[in-house]
């Protein structure tokens, strides 16, 4: 068995694990619907926005970054593209409120998804 094989092997076993780091969430992207697939979501954080845009005076407006990890084949093979929106629910195992973010990148490697997001929101 290769390193890639064995790689592919551990997506779901290890890096995916809901008894560790993952948790079952529902993603929403791109029109599909993709319920309780195991992903982390790390480095959420708040910060306030320090530059405001120039169209934009509105007080009290946060920027959330973040990083959504998943398997490339629970988000049905897709990349996610720069600029396009993404839903994920706030609760595990189902139910609770739609977060939306915004991709800011995203790259697929060995077989898992890392998306940078964000989202303005007050």
């Known amino acids: 068995m290769s390193f890639r094989d064995m790689l592919a092997a551990d997506i779901h076993s290890v ?9 079952t969430r529902t993603v929403k992207y791109d029109g599909v619907t993709y319920t309780d697939i195991p992903i982390v979501l790390s480095g959420v954080t708040e910060q306030e926005r320090r530059k405001p845009l120039a169209h934009d005076y509105a007080q009290g407006l946060f920027l959330v970054t973040g990083v959504l990890s998943c398997a490339a084949a629970d988000l049905g093979g897709v990349l996610p593209e720069h600029g396009q929106r993404i839903q994920i629910n706030d609760r595990e195992g189902g139910g609770g409120f739609f977060k939306m973010y915004t991709v800011a990148a995203s790259t697929c490697s060995m077989g898992m998804l890392r998306v940078e997001l964000t989202t303005i929101y007050s």
């Open 15 to 23: 890096f995916m694990n809901s008894n560790e780091f993952a948790e």
